[in-house]
């Protein structure tokens, strides 16, 4: 999955959100990957218009993960 700039900022430093409750296959690597902010937990309940990044530097969210694994 291509990572994109933050429209905000511009920064490069951004997130992949994750929806729904999530089982981690290995529970060191989540852990790893939550705390360098390379994935964020969007929550469990889902609507139609969430957002699919999040930017590290200046929290804003953006995107949509309805787009097509295509177009990321």
Not at 34 to 46: A, E, F
Not at 60 to 72: M, Y
Request: proline share 4%; charged share 25%.
């Amino acid at each position: 999955m291509k990572h994109p700039i933050c429209p905000k900022c511009k920064s490069a430093n951004v997130g992949v959100i994750l929806w729904g409750y999530q089982l981690a296959k290995d529970k060191e690597q989540f852990e790893k990957d939550l705390t360098s902010g390379k994935i964020h937990l969007g929550g469990c309940i889902i609507s139609d218009d969430d957002p699919i990044w999040h930017c590290n530097v200046c929290n804003n969210e953006f995107g949509s993960r309805f787009r097509t694994l295509e177009e990321l």
